[in-house]
T-cell receptor, first 114, second 114 residues
């Protein structure tokens, strides 16, 4: 099983809504990531969890709140988002192989904020 | 600040043509990675190059790491419509907290027309 599963695949929300994005992997990877990606642009790192602890927060606004309940799950809680937050949100997990890192990405959640 | 400059940004070619995508930096990287992303999916790792001058082949794709480990290229021979996608190069850096993360080139959006 080499999959990272993200739900939902699509999400439309208003600026006053609260929603959550979910990510799951069962590869035993101990680092998980949230990225934001606009169309035809590279992914922008948001958060990194390593061994269930937040290790990187790329100065992301507090309306995005990550959570790592256990080593297989990663959530991103959304509240009071802005239209400019509309993007593809990607989750990834990391495997280290002979000193080289490999990221496994999910298919993403396409988020539209109205 | 380490940057990865990728060129060209957009490329539209006919099936059967060859192409080369470049990823350049003024900084030395311990390794560089190439990812391909298809519409509606997350990026998928194609290759990691770690040794200066290294050449790796993946079917019709040839990857090269520069001798000084500051640049890399991706050459596709006899492109096919299935090669269409966003090609991204990425390299590891350490942030102020000594946490490792990837920085990304801006990507090359490739369209191969039948």
């Amino acid at each position: 099983d080499t999959e990272v599963t993200q739900t939902p695949k699509h999400l439309v929300m208003g600026m006053t809504n609260k929603k959550s994005l979910k990510c799951e992997q069962h590869m035993g990877h101990r680092a998980m990531y949230w990225y934001k990606q606009k169309a035809k642009k590279p992914p922008e790192l948001m958060f990194v969890y390593s061994y269930e602890k937040l290790s990187i927060n790329e100065s992301v606004p507090s309306r995005f709140s990550p959570e790592c309940p256990n080593s297989s799950l990663l959530n991103l809680h959304l509240h009071a988002l802005q239209p400019e937050d509309s993007a593809l949100y990607l989750c990834a997990s990391r495997r280290v192989d002979r000193g080289n890192e490999k990221l496994f990405f999910g298919s993403g959640t396409q988020l539209s904020v109205l | 600040t380490q940057l990865l400059e990728q060129s060209p940004q957009f490329l539209s070619i006919q099936e059967g043509e060859n192409l080369t995508v470049y990823c350049n930096s003024s900084s030395v990287f311990s390794s560089l990675q190439w990812y391909r992303q298809e519409p509606g999916e997350g990026p998928v790792l194609l290759v990691t190059v770690v040794t200066g001058g290294e050449v790796k082949k993946l079917k019709r794709l040839t990857f090269q790491f520069g001798d000084a480990r500051k640049d890399s290229s991706l050459h596709i021979t006899a492109a096919q419509p299935g090669d269409t996608g966003l090609y991204l190069c990425a390299g590891p850096v350490f942030n102020a907290g000594n946490n490792r993360k990837l920085i990304w080139g801006l990507g090359t959006s490739l369209a191969v027309n039948p």
